[in-house]
C-alpha cells in the first residue's frame, strides 16, 4: 500500500485594522441654529474639526433650514452641506436626528462626527455614538491628531489625552477651547441628505424661552455671576443691575440656581455652562471645584474684594453708572 504524504506550507495570517489617514478623513459637522443664525458653538467645533484634516460636510436640518445652510457654506473648511428638511428636525430632538446622521454614516463613509459639547450636542451625539457601537469622546479641548483628543477629567483637575481605536470618532466640542471659524471666499455645495426613519418615539410639547437684551453667556467677554451668599431671589437682583452696570452676561453657581434665586440656564459649572471671557465677577461664590470647572478658562488677573456683598455691590454699581 502506498501512501502520498503531501505537506502544506501554513504562512502566518495577519489581520490589520485600518484607521483614517489624513488623505481619507471625512467630518460630518452638526450645525446647530436658532432663529436663521448659526450658534456661535458651532463655529468653535468647526474650528476643531478643521484641525482633524480632511474634508469637511455641515448637516443642517429643521422645517426650513435654507438661510442657514448658505450662511455656513460660506465658511472655511466646509465642503459640502447637507440639507434634512423636515418639521420633525425642528427642536432638536435626538430620536430622530440620531438615525438621520447614522444614515449619512452608511450612505457616505464619514469618519468623524462632530458637534458642540453644548445641550443640543450633549442630548444627540451619546445616542449616535450608541448606535454606531462606538464610545463617544466629549469636552474635547484640544485635538493632536485624527485619534488623539485632549479632554478635562475630574472637574478639570486633571487632563487626559484620549486616543480613539473605534473606526468612527464621534466628538463634542467644548466651544471656549477654540476660536470661532472664519468665513471664507468660497461657497460649498449644497444637496439633499441621505433619506432616514423617522419614527416619533418623543413628542415636543413646547419651550418656554426668556429674553434678554444682555450678552449671551457662553460668549460674553464680560460675566457677573451670582451665589448662595445673596440669600434670596429678590437679592440677586443686585447681580443683573451690576451686569447692566458692565454690560456683562449674568451667570450663578448651582446653590443659587438649586436655592431657587434664577433660571438654571444661567448656571456656570462642572454641571452647567462653561465660559471663558476677559472679565468674571462672582458675587457670594465660594469657589468649589465645581463652580471653578466652569470660569477658570476667564482671562483677567484674581482679585479679591471682602466685604459685605450687600453694601459693596451697589456701591460699585453706582459708581460704574456714572
Known amino acids: 500500500m502506498f501512501v502520498k504524504i503531501v505537506r502544506k506550507s501554513l504562512r502566518p495570517t495577519f489581520l490589520f485594522r485600518r484607521y483614517a489617514t489624513g488623505q481619507d478623513i471625512s467630518t460630518l459637522l452638526l450645525v446647530e441654529h436658532r432663529d436663521n443664525e448659526i450658534a456661535s458653538s458651532t463655529l468653535n467645533a468647526l474650528t476643531a474639526a478643521n484641525k482633524l484634516g480632511g474634508n469637511i460636510t455641515a448637516l443642517v ?80 479641548i484640544d485635538i493632536e491628531s485624527p485619534e488623539i483628543f485632549i479632554r478635562p477629567i475630574y472637574a478639570g483637575n486633571a487632563i487626559a489625552k484620549v486616543k480613539s481605536k473605534d473606526p468612527i470618532k464621534v466628538i463634542t466640542i467644548r466651544g471656549t477651547s477654540f476660536p470661532p471659524a472664519e468665513v471664507n471666499e468660497n461657497k460649498a455645495i449644497t444637496e439633499s441628505a441621505p433619506d432616514s426613519d423617522k419614527i416619533p418615539l418623543s413628542e415636543w410639547v413646547n419651550e418656554e424661552l426668556s429674553k434678554s437684551d444682555r450678552p449671551e453667556l457662553e460668549t460674553a467677554t464680560k460675566v457677573v455671576s451670582g451665589g448662595r451668599a445673596l440669600k434670596s431671589k429678590e437679592n440677586f437682583k443686585l447681580v443683573y443691575s451690576l451686569a447692566d452696570a458692565l454690560g456683562a452676561a449674568v451667570g450663578a453657581s448651582r446653590a443659587a440656581v438649586d436655592s431657587g434665586y434664577c433660571d438654571n440656564y444661567l448656571q456656570v459649572g462642572q454641571t452647567g455652562k462653561v465660559v471663558a471671557p476677559e472679565l468674571y465677577l462672582a458675587v457670594g461664590i465660594s469657589g468649589a471645584i465645581q463652580h471653578i470647572a ?18 459693596a455691590v451697589p456701591e460699585l454699581t453706582d459708581k460704574l453708572k456714572k
Open 61 to 140: 436640518s429643521g422645517e426650513n433650514p435654507d438661510p442657514v445652510a448658505e450662511k455656513i457654506s460660506k465658511y472655511r473648511g466646509i465642503s459640502k452641506v447637507l440639507l434634512a428638511k423636515d418639521k420633525l428636525y425642528e427642536h432638536g430632538l435626538a430620536e430622530v436626528y440620531a438615525p438621520l446622521l447614522v444614515n449619512a454614516q452608511k450612505k457616505l463613509n464619514f469618519t468623524h462626527f462632530v458637534a458642540s459639547h453644548s445641550a443640543f450636542g450633549k442630548n444627540i451625539m451619546p445616542r449616535v455614538a450608541a448606535l454606531l457601537d462606538v464610545a463617544q469622546i466629549s469636552d474635547v
Open 294 to 311: 466652569g470660569m477658570k478658562d476667564s482671562k483677567i488677573a484674581d482679585y479679591g474684594l471682602v466685604a459685605d456683598l450687600f453694601k
